[in-house]
Structures are given as C-alpha cells and as structure tokens.
C-alpha cells in the first residue's frame, strides 16, 4: 500500500521521536512543523510506490517506428538507500530496440522515477528498469547504465566523497558485444 498525506500520523509521531532520540526538542520554534514537512517530502520522495510500470508505458507509437536503438540518456534521479536510508543521485541511460512500436520518451524518465522514489539498491533499480521495458514494450533488447553517488558512502562510514557507483543492465540484442558498444560509445558522446 502506497503512503499519501493522508496517512502522516504514524510518521508524525515517528519523526517527533527521532528527533527527541537524537538530543534534540520537537516542541522548539524551528522544528514544530518538521514532522508535517517530513510527511510531505516522503510522500514525494516515495511516490513510485503509487506507481505501475505498465500504467505509465502505455503511450505507444507505431506510426514513425524505427528499429534503430532509441536512447534516451542523462536521466537525473535522486533515490534512498534501503540500507541507511539515506540518499543516492546520478543519471541513468537507456536503450532499446523498438518492435514494432516506440514509446513515448517521456515514459522512460517517468518509468526511472517509478523505480527510483522507492527504498532501493542501485543494482536492483537498474535491473527492475531494464526487465520493464522488456516485458511491457517487448523490444528486440535494451540497456540501461546507472552512475550514482551515494551518501552512505559519501558522508559517513568510509567518507569516500568521489567514490561513485556504476550498474549495468543487459538484455536481449544488447547482449552481442558490437550492439552493446554502440550504446557504450553513444552515451559517452562519441559516435561509432
């Protein structure tokens, strides 16, 4: 069951009790309506448990497809670490091979966003991305890379401020190596 601003009580309390755990008072001037906000922001930052895969790649074309690779690349996201919840942010790149139809290319950021505003690994997102976009467009293949930094590593434990993480995910046609560098090189920029 997704979280709304419907349902912030629960979270309210919480919020009160951590900040009390932590040293400090939920009744001083600067943080009486911080379990309010914090409600708020979670129900934006956890949105894509409201969300569906298959409800947001619905807008398909046939007329202008292609069976070209279609990438769409540079995706920013911001999504929260499920081990410390704290967050991870970067940008994803994706590719398919249209069958028959393409989607619309808003729907890929969107479907990054279903995925990213859930508690999650970066390894999982990127695979969770791919495997929708196979089992809903059908496409020949697609890919998808993910660079992230991630606080937990970033901010406290190792504190490795430069240490970013890079996931991959491989399917279909994009498991031959000469499709697999074609995207490589074109999202670094260069063209094969």
């Known amino acids: 069951m997704a979280f709304s601003l419907q349902d912030t ?8 009790q951590i900040i009390s ?20 922001a979670y129900a934006e930052m ?25 990438i769409l690349k540079d995706i920013e ?7 410390h919840m704290l967050p991870f942010f970067g940008k994803i790149h994706i590719a398919y091979l249209p069958n028959k139809s393409v989607v619309g290319i808003s729907k890929l950021a969107r479907l990054v966003d279903c995925f990213a505003k859930r508690l999650q690994i970066q390894e999982r997102m990127t695979t969770q991305i791919v495997e ?21 590593i970033t901010s406290r434990g ?7 993480m890079i996931t991959s995910a ?23």
């Open 9 to 16: 009580d629960s979270l309210k309390t919480a919020v009160r």
């Open 21 to 40: 755990v932590i040293g400090d008072n939920p009744d001083r001037e600067g943080l009486t309506d911080t379990p309010k906000r914090v409600a708020k």
């Open 46 to 70: 956890f949105a894509g448990y409201s969300q569906e895969p298959e409800d947001i790649l619905t807008t398909r074309f046939i007329d202008g497809s292609c069976q070209e690779m279609v």
């Open 77 to 83: 996201f911001t999504s929260f670490c499920e081990h």
């Open 132 to 152: 929708a976009i196979i089992a809903i467009l059908k496409p020949h293949g697609a890919m998808a890379v993910c660079e992230a930094q991630h606080l937990c």
């Open 158 to 164: 190792i504190k490795k401020a430069e240490a970013k």
């Open 170 to 192: 491989v399917r279909g046609s994009f498991e031959d190596i000469n499709t697999r560098t074609e995207f490589l090189n074109l999202i670094k920029g260069h063209h094969a």
